[in-house]
């Protein structure tokens, strides 16, 4: 076993740790620094996609805390990809927020802006309730894959086109729980 892989997963699904816990929290750290100093002042609403956003902005809204902002919190749930690795490229929206946005400075957060089709759906959603700006944000960025017309406005890294798993991110609802962000071996997988 790896020294990079603290458990029995190294070896066996993950080919690669790209981004160790400790590199995870220390970046994020900076990013939250620029995201309070964006947003002082204003009443601000953290609106997160799931399921792959929950370990980030839990993260980042503990940092947040210790900037002394204290945002209202939602979630909406979003559908893009079926059960593998390549997007249908449809967005579909399963549950909604209940935060008034009216007036208010938003950050949306999602894990990872591949096509960049989810992020565009998310915030041309959220921009017909009338909030003040919405600011986007997501902990990794795929540049390479992009298809639609967006860019974050705050990332923790930008990465290569792999298929990544941990802080959120998972094959098949597994390996979210993984504090650090690792390539699968799409070959040691099981079939679908
Ligand atoms: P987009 O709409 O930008 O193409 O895709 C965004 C969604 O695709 C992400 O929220 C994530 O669920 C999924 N996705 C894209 N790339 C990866 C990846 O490398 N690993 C995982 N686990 N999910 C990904
Ligand atoms: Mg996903």
Redesign the pocket.
Known sequence: MSEKFPNSLGGKYLKEVLFTELEVKKRLGEMVFEIARDCRGEEVVIVG?LK?SFMFLSDLVKFLYIQDIHPYIDFMVLS??ASSTK?SGK?KLDRDITTPLGGKWVLLI??????????SFAKTYLYQSDPKEIKTCVFLD?PS?RIANIEADYHCFEIED????GYG???NNRFRNLPYVAVIDESKLPAE
Request: charged content about 30%.
């Open positions: 996609i792959g893009s990809y997007s967005v999602d894990d990872i802006l591949d096509t960049g089709r989810t992020l795929k894959r792999k298929f990544v798993v991110l998972d094959w």
